[in-house]
């Protein structure tokens, strides 16, 4: 799990160039999960992004859409997270 988060921080930098991360783990449904099963959650931060208080008063800012992000990280899947790169860890 570990070398997974790893790369998808790398995938994420050469996409996006964030200036830190947050990851998450959770696990049930009271930590969020639908079904029961454990997930982990890797977001990309920035230092200019909007505050605890701008994200839960409503305000937000979407600077791209879900299925851009989606074909964009379809492209550098392979690159991180394959075979030799789980087998190099």
Known sequence: ??????????????????????????????????????????LPRYSSELGYIDIFGNARVVPEGLDAVKKKVDTLMGKYLNNEFFEKF
Do not use: F, T
């Open 1 to 42: 799990m570990s070398r997974a988060i790893q790369g998808l921080e790398m995938l994420l930098d050469e996409l996006y160039a964030p200036k830190g991360y947050n990851i998450g783990i959770n696990e049930g449904r009271s930590a969020g999960a639908s079904i029961e099963h454990l997930h982990i959650h890797v």
